[in-house]
């Protein structure tokens, strides 16, 4: 039998070094997402942009304050190094604890923000009103006016959920794994239905907020009612996802055709008493500490909402965690969907052994195929299929699929559409605008393409200007497959090897320990 040290008569600084340690594979924001300026009488203020000028060597952002609220835990996920057989230290930060730290780092100039996960301590009720009651205490007896990001827990209430979401600029559900069959073989205490109902709440929240002040429903992009028909989701779960996606499209609609019959002379209040019944509002999240958050008049997460999948824990191609997803933006609307490789920790025979090195670079693939799928209009059929579900890790997503569909390439620079510029390797949106723009008014060359930014070392394979290439060079995939991985040679390498992998911030780099 296992006998956990559960000593909670640690200092707040041991606490600290232990709860610090244990959030550093909870994956944090890299942006903030939410402006808000300082006012009288509170402490701090919020930048959109405000939050990723400083990362780790993983890439996790280190400008937050990032803890577990307690690494004890009732559930027993197997990849997890908090799960409830592993024989760890455990602390529990209390509400009072974790606000003092927050404005005292805050103070000194440390961070910018907060981060708060935690545990499941005792069950997922309980641990979300401690951390609601964090929270609270932040807004109302601290003042805190800064950015903070908060991990719900799964299987609390409504009413908990949502005092969570006025509360904190970004709220996270994480989904850890991207398949039903991998979240029954590695947490059995979780199911997809659970972790999907609160992200169904808390985007119909963010969307009704958003209509009741003449926005649009959707957080950046418009993308209308699709869900993808695969098999990563249960028929169950598919079919409440597309009645509550009928439902808010229905619901935008006649938002929108009302909108426009009375001039937009309805009052925010008139708009909310429209939405319908299941929507989380103001009114039905004051339960907890109803006169203090009725206080607060804040938007419902106004950065959003975002989750996590933990990459190679479990047998599933790149294929499928594309296709889950874009399912997740498409169907929640996500800010981000952050891929976490996983880091072999506990010994058991359905995982990675111990030792195992961690899947960096295929995590790296994944976040720029992500971007592809959010900026560039690739979906996730175009980039990968069932015949070749997995990126060659030795390529960037984008030249992958340019070398896999030759036949469309080269492309002249003076006549191509701006979508169709996009999908050329080294070309990105800003300098896709700028030559759509310069070509209006000139000829343009190779070195003007080089000046709006275009990357000429992975473009010139694929483009022409003027129906001339820069140099002489065969458009055949092998030949131009051997070239690109030369090129990236150097940064593969860095990223396959770097020594300060798993290392974030710690304690001591601001003095402390």
Same mark, same amino acid.
């Given at each position: 039998?296992?006998?956990?040290?559960?000593?909670?008569?640690?200092?707040?600084?041991?606490?600290?070094?232990?709860?610090?340690?244990?959030?550093?594979?909870?994956?944090?924001?890299?942006?903030?997402?939410? @402006?808000?300026?300082?006012?009288?009488?509170?402490?701090?203020?919020?930048?959109? &942009?405000?939050? &990723?000028?400083?990362?780790? #060597?993983?890439?996790?952002?280190?400008?937050?304050?990032?803890?577990?609220?307690?690494?004890?835990?009732?559930?027993?996920?197997? *990849? &997890?190094?908090?799960?409830?057989?592993? +024989?760890?230290?455990?602390?529990?930060?209390?509400?009072?604890?974790?606000?003092?730290?927050?404005?005292?780092? *805050?103070?000194?100039?440390?961070?910018?923000?907060?981060?708060?996960?935690?545990?499941?301590?005792?069950?997922?009720?309980?641990?979300?009103?401690?951390? &609601?009651?964090?929270?609270?205490?932040?807004?109302? =007896?601290?003042?805190?006016?800064?950015?903070?990001?908060?991990?719900?827990?799964?299987?609390?209430? /409504?009413?908990?959920? #949502? %005092?969570?979401?006025?509360?904190?600029? !970004?709220?996270?559900?994480?989904?850890?794994?991207?398949?039903?069959?991998?979240?029954?073989?590695?947490?059995?205490?979780?199911?997809?239905?659970?972790?999907?109902?609160?992200?169904?709440?808390?985007?119909?929240?963010?969307?009704?907020?958003?209509? #009741?002040?003449?926005?649009?429903?959707?957080?950046? !992009?418009? !993308?209308?009612?699709?869900?993808?028909?695969?098999?990563?989701?249960?028929?169950?779960?598919?079919?409440?996802?597309?009645?509550?996606?009928?439902?808010?499209?229905? /619901?935008? !609609?006649?938002?929108?055709?009302?909108?426009?019959?009375? +001039?937009?002379?309805?009052?925010?209040?008139?708009?909310?008493?429209?939405?319908? =019944?299941?929507?989380?509002?103001?009114?039905?999240?004051?339960?907890?500490?109803?006169?203090?958050?009725? +206080?607060?008049?804040?938007?419902?997460?106004? %950065?959003?909402?975002?989750?996590?999948?933990?990459?190679? #824990?479990?047998?599933?191609?790149? *294929?499928?965690?594309?296709?889950?997803?874009?399912?997740?933006?498409?169907?929640?609307?996500?800010?981000?969907?952050?891929?976490?490789?996983?880091?072999?920790?506990?010994?058991? @025979?359905?995982?990675?052994?111990?030792?195992?090195?961690?899947?960096?670079?295929?995590?790296?693939?994944?976040?720029?195929?992500?971007?592809?799928?959010?900026?560039?209009?690739?979906?996730?059929?175009?980039?990968?299929?069932?015949?070749?579900?997995?990126?060659?890790?030795?390529?960037?997503?984008?030249? +992958?699929?340019?070398?896999?569909?030759?036949?469309?390439?080269?492309?002249?620079?003076?006549?191509?559409?701006?979508?169709?510029?996009?999908?050329?390797?080294?070309?990105?949106?800003?300098?896709?605008?700028?030559?759509?723009?310069?070509? =209006?008014?000139?000829?343009?060359?190779?070195?003007?393409?080089?000046?709006?930014?275009?990357?000429?070392?992975?473009?010139?394979?694929?483009?022409?200007?003027?129906?001339?290439?820069?140099?002489?060079?065969?458009?055949?995939?092998?030949?131009?497959?051997?070239?690109?991985?030369?090129?990236?040679?150097?940064?593969?390498?860095?990223?396959?090897?770097?020594?300060?992998? *798993?290392?974030?911030?710690?304690?001591?780099?601001?003095?402390?320990?």
């Amino acid at each position: 039998m296992i006998t956990q040290i559960t000593n909670d008569a640690y200092t707040t600084q041991e606490k600290l070094q232990i709860l610090a340690d244990a959030a550093k594979y909870d994956v944090a924001c890299t942006s903030s997402g939410s @402006s808000r300026r300082g006012k009288k009488g509170g402490l701090g203020n919020a930048e959109a &942009c405000g939050i &990723c000028h400083s990362f780790a #060597a993983d890439g996790r952002c280190i400008s937050l304050l990032k803890i577990l609220m307690t690494n004890h835990c009732a559930y027993d996920c197997k *990849y &997890c190094i908090n799960r409830s057989s592993n +024989d760890v230290k455990r602390a529990t930060f209390t509400p009072q604890e974790i606000c003092e730290l927050t404005v005292e780092f *805050y103070k000194r100039n440390y961070i910018e923000g907060l981060f708060l996960s935690s545990g499941v301590l005792k069950n997922p009720t309980y641990t979300m009103e401690k951390m &609601c009651e964090t929270l609270l205490l932040l807004r109302t =007896r601290y003042h805190f006016n800064g950015y903070i990001h908060v991990k719900t827990i799964p299987g609390a209430s /409504d009413e908990l959920l #949502a %005092a969570a979401g006025y509360l904190a600029d !970004r709220i996270s559900v994480n989904l850890e794994l991207p398949t039903e069959a991998a979240l029954r073989s590695l947490a059995p205490n979780k199911t997809m239905q659970n972790i999907l109902n609160p992200m169904g709440k808390v985007q119909s929240t963010i969307s009704s907020h958003r209509m #009741a002040i003449g926005k649009s429903a959707y957080m950046e !992009r418009s !993308r209308g009612n699709q869900f993808l028909s695969h098999s990563i989701f249960s028929d169950d779960s598919k079919k409440i996802f597309r009645e509550k996606l009928n439902t808010q499209t229905t /619901d935008t !609609r006649l938002k929108d055709h009302t909108t426009d019959k009375k +001039d937009n002379l309805n009052s925010i209040s008139q708009k909310q008493s429209k939405l319908p =019944r299941h929507i989380l509002t103001w009114e039905n999240a004051c339960q907890l500490a109803p006169l203090d958050m009725s +206080d607060l008049k804040r938007s419902f997460a106004p %950065a959003g909402q975002s989750t996590q999948m933990i990459i190679g #824990a479990t047998g599933e191609s790149d *294929y499928t965690l594309l296709q889950t997803t874009q399912a997740l933006y498409q169907g929640f609307d996500l800010k981000r969907v952050f891929y976490s490789a996983y880091i072999p920790l506990n010994e058991d @025979s359905v995982l990675p052994q111990i030792g195992t090195p961690p899947p960096l670079l295929r995590e790296h693939r994944l976040y720029q195929a992500d971007w592809l799928l959010r900026f560039y209009g690739f979906q996730a059929n175009e980039l990968l299929s069932e015949s070749q579900p997995n990126f060659n890790e030795l390529l960037d997503p984008k030249c +992958d699929w340019a070398l896999r569909h030759l036949e469309h390439f080269p492309i002249d620079v003076e006549t191509a559409s701006y979508a169709t510029l996009l999908r050329v390797p080294g070309i990105g949106p800003k300098s896709a605008s700028r030559i759509t723009y310069a070509r =209006r008014y000139g000829r343009l060359n190779f070195e003007s393409l080089k000046k709006m930014g275009v990357v000429l070392k992975r473009a010139h394979y694929f483009i022409t200007c003027g129906g001339r290439q820069m140099y002489h060079t065969p458009v055949e995939q092998e030949y131009i497959t051997r070239q690109l991985v030369h090129v990236d040679t150097k940064d593969l390498w860095k990223v396959q090897h770097s020594t300060e992998t *798993y290392s974030q911030m710690t304690l001591a780099d601001f003095g402390i320990g």
